[in-house]
């Protein structure tokens, strides 16, 4: 039976000191985007210390609103997507120091940005929740700051994730319970995963489809088929996380509670419950589990990465909202977002992913979401 956990008594509570960029430690950092705060925070993984605030665009009489970052594998360039009035992105050098202007998208919103394993190119999903219409992509090459725009081709896309190979990108479609896998070189639409039964009826309509009598069911590919008609999503995918080989996925499904697991054919191989309100995802660098926070219990899940069985449950009651996760290098340590509330900061709580113990628990930020790895040079 899963396990659960009052936090540790060796809690470190610390407080979020901005540190000039000038003289930064060497290291390995994460990346915090503070949506309230139109600033990245960069924190010293080991004490949670924050060494650097990079601010992104701040208007005085408007939020900018960072919502994603995607750093380069090698750790040399960053980018921060923002909302503002126009979506945007903005590129930054390892130290936070910004290489060109801002970078207009021509997206009404953007999500979670996926770079791919080469570090040259960006794909920013169209998150827009103003309606059911569908949403693109906009692709970002780092090297001449281009954007080339993809179009339409579902609802609420809100997360891009390259495989670690490079073959597929995988999009979750919060509004329409879709899961879409692109040709990683070309990001043409190779399968749409229907994920929940509303979704595998529009699906298989006639007019979206170029197969009207094939049967789709949950959890099975509609290749080649259009977006369709869109109505409340009944699951709700947010997040993936791709398994070091590249043969398979995970998605959380967050009005469901639960995770689901797609191969590269685009077939469901699993799904299972999990605490309510997931919708951070990542996987350990060996494959074997998942840690996925759970917004809505105040809750981290361990899973089998193979069986999708809860082994753990990591209880982190002082932290409102856990969202975002990524895993250290070695696999040991989960540092996972807290949005934080209207009364509340936002910030990191790392976690000892073997026995729940807390590390640390810094304080940054408010309304604190994506969270990534920055390799250290050299590394």
């Known amino acids: 039976m899963p396990r659960r956990r009052p936090l540790a008594r060796t809690t470190v509570l610390l407080t979020a000191l901005g540190v ?59 980018v921060a997507v923002t909302q503002g009035a126009e979506a945007g992105a903005h590129v930054f050098g390892r130290d936070g120091a910004s290489e060109r202007p801002a970078i207009s998208l021509g997206l009404r919103a953007a999500g979670r940005p996926g770079v791919d394993p080469e570090g040259r190119r960006v794909l920013v999903p169209e998150y827009w929740l103003g309606d059911a219409s569908p949403g693109g992509a906009a692709l970002l090459t780092l090297d001449d700051g281009a954007v080339t725009r993809l179009p339409p081709f579902c609802a609420a896309p809100h997360q891009a994730a390259w495989s670690p190979d490079g073959r597929w990108v995988a999009v979750p479609c919060a509004l329409d319970d879709q899961l879409l896998l692109l040709d990683g070189a070309t990001l043409a639409v190779r399968h749409r995963v229907a994920l929940s039964p509303a ?10 489809t170029a197969a009207p009598d094939t049967a789709a ?28 080989d590249s043969g398979r996925l995970w998605v959380t499904l967050l009005r469901q509670g639960a995770v689901a697991a797609i191969d ?48 753990d449950r990591l209880v982190v009651a002082d932290d409102p909202n856990p969202h975002g996760v990524v895993i250290s290098l070695d696999g040991s340590t ?5 949005e934080g509330t ?36 050299n590394r």
């Not at 590919?221 to 997040?239: I, K, Q, S, Y």
């Not at 989960?334 to 807290?338: E, G, I, K, S």
């Not at 590390?359 to 979401?369: C, D, H, N, S």
């Open 20 to 78: 000039a960029a000038c003289g930064e430690p060497a290291g390995d950092r994460l990346l915090l985007t503070s949506t309230y705060t139109d600033e990245v925070i960069a924190l010293d993984p080991a004490e949670g210390r924050v060494v650097r605030r990079t601010a992104v665009d701040p208007r005085p009489t408007e939020r900018d609103e960072p919502t994603g970052v995607a750093v380069a594998p090698d750790g040399e360039r960053w």
């Open 199 to 208: 979704a595998a009826d529009r699906l298989a309509a006639p007019e979206t």
């Open 217 to 244: 069911a949950p959890g099975t590919v509609v290749a080649g088929a259009g977006a369709g008609a869109t109505g409340a999503p009944l699951v709700r995918p947010m997040n993936v996380a791709w398994a070091p």
């Open 264 to 311: 590269t054919t685009g077939t469901e191989i699993a799904r299972a419950p999990v605490p309510r309100g997931p919708a951070g995802i990542a996987v350990t660098p060996d494959g074997h589990r998942l840690v996925v926070p759970a917004r809505d219990d105040f809750l981290v899940a361990v899973l089998d990465a193979a069986t999708l069985e809860t082994l």
């Open 334 to 338: 989960a540092y996972v977002t807290r």
């Open 342 to 377: 209207a009364r509340s900061p936002g910030g990191v709580t790392a976690l000892r992913i073997a026995d729940g113990t807390i590390l640390w628990r810094t304080e940054a930020g408010a309304f604190t979401l994506d969270l990534r790895w920055q390799r250290a040079a």
